[in-house]
């Protein structure tokens, strides 16, 4: 069986350059060193070339600021976990060092913009080709253009999350001439978000362009712009948006939540929107950063870097009535027994309290099995067990049985970005600001 590849396979221009440093008697005729390559991307296999190249920056490139899923400025910012590491400049969790040239956030800035400046150049060269002789045709080219405007609100969105104000960054052509510097970063770039979004609504068709998954749909554009209404708390907005997407029949539940976390299940019926993920013979291809950080760093599957390690608050948000409800009141809840402190040689008793099944597809912890390789031996396994504790997360690593799709701590699990789920969590929150518990719960119930 063949391991996974992208269904949309990540390439570069590197081919483009090598056929341009070919020798022969036409050498001198060459164009001056830049000019060849852009009449080189001045073709509409060009222009589909370099907009493949924007979909690489989707995945991880440095794993502190990874924007695939946003660990770091996500759940290790909030009380759910820790980095896992000990360092002054990486702990997140306390809110400390946050000055304007903080290690997370110089290249967290510089990742989302140069996602911006691919995406603007694919519109660049977009324009050029459709002026020339040999232009995209429809509706193709308008694809082009939603699919780059799509990824460009993508990356304004991810900036603006973590920074309180940027700059939307157009074309120049789009900007009357003003160059990217000259734009200042005063607003949170919400009304660029939904403008891009929304031409990528009225032009994207309801399945993935080229019949490739991993290019966005219109209800991809549709989750994405929903989701930015949610930031703004324009629940209006984002209803009518969230309505079409449930209505549209496209999307349904997964029957397992762990398969929204399995690599044998990436792209499933509840994906609306995944970045792909690739390992391919010897090649770690585009999930160096995406798993490699959360493995355990000790024990038989040390893998990777022991970063991204569950709280226990977290673990105690699990807990659950007789019946099944979640304890939301933390005044509730009952204080768990956990093995901080214990040694893997000591004898340790998980807790007897009744725990939603899902968090242990989420947390590994000890004397539960972790993903069929083995029991957890809990501080043993743990990279920093005095400093963080000894849960570690379960998601982005893979089952013992899809080995095949892994190449040592390398995995080709999506990142799940958007899925039904969202969607309906999203509608169920509306709907009990509009008072109408009864669908908020219809909504839930589906999910539970």
């Known amino acids: 069986m063949k391991r996974i590849l992208n269904l949309i396979i990540i390439t570069t221009l590197t081919g483009a350059f090598v056929f341009l440093a070919s020798c022969g008697d036409e050498f001198l005729d060459n164009q001056p060193p830049g000019t060849a390559a852009g009449a080189l991307m001045e073709t509409p296999a060009g222009v589909e070339g370099i907009l493949v190249g924007v979909y690489d920056r989707l995945t991880c490139k440095r794993y502190t600021v990874c924007m695939a899923t946003d660990w770091t400025f996500g759940s290790v910012a909030s009380d759910d976990c820790y980095t896992g590491s000990n360092y002054t400049t990486d702990v997140l969790e306390r809110w400390e060092m946050f000055t304007g040239d903080h290690r997370y956030l110089v290249p967290r800035w510089r990742e989302g913009f140069d996602g911006v400046a691919r995406a603007n150049g694919v519109l660049d060269f977009l324009r050029v080709v459709q002026e020339g002789d040999n232009p995209i045709p429809e509706p193709r080219a308008s694809q082009v253009e939603a699919e780059a405007k799509f990824l460009r609100a993508w990356f304004h969105f991810k900036t603006t999350r973590v920074s309180r104000n940027i700059p939307y960054i157009k074309t120049q052509e789009e900007m009357d001439g003003m160059l990217p510097r000259d734009i200042p970063n005063d607003t949170e770039g919400w009304e660029g978000i939904e403008e891009d979004l929304q031409f990528a609504i009225d032009n994207l068709p309801d399945t993935p362009p080229l019949g490739q998954v991993g290019r966005p749909t219109k209800f991809a554009a549709m ?181 095949e799709y892994a190449i040592g701590e390398y995995n080709a699990r999506n990142i799940r970005s958007y899925r039904l789920g969202h969607v309906l969590l999203w509608r169920a929150e509306i709907a009990v600001e509009d008072g109408d518990l009864n669908y908020a719960r219809e909504l839930v119930n589906q999910l539970r």
């Open 223 to 403: 989750a994405v712009k929903a989701h930015a209404h949610m930031y703004q708390n324009e629940l209006d907005q984002a209803r009518p948006l969230l309505d079409q997407i449930i209505g549209s029949g496209k999307y349904e539940l997964a029957d397992n939540f762990e398969d929204n976390f399995l690599v044998t299940r990436n792209n499933n019926e509840e994906s609306i929107f995944e970045i792909q993920i690739s390992v391919t013979g010897e090649t770690t291809g585009s999930a160096f950063f995406n798993n490699r950080p959360f493995s355990h760093q000790h024990g038989p599957v040390a893998m990777g870097w022991g970063f991204y390690q569950p709280s226990h608050e977290l673990f105690e948000a699990y807990q659950v009535t007789g019946d099944g409800l979640p304890v939301l009141d933390k005044a509730d809840r009952t204080p768990l027994a956990n093995d901080y402190g214990i040694s893997s040689t000591e004898e340790f008793i998980p807790t007897d309290h009744l725990l939603d099944p899902r968090v242990d597809y989420t947390i590994a912890r000890r004397g539960v099995d972790f993903q069929g390789f083995a029991i957890h031996e809990g501080m043993s396994w743990i990279r920093m067990p005095d400093h963080q504790g000894n849960y570690m997360t379960k998601k982005f690593h893979h089952r013992m049985e899809n080995s």
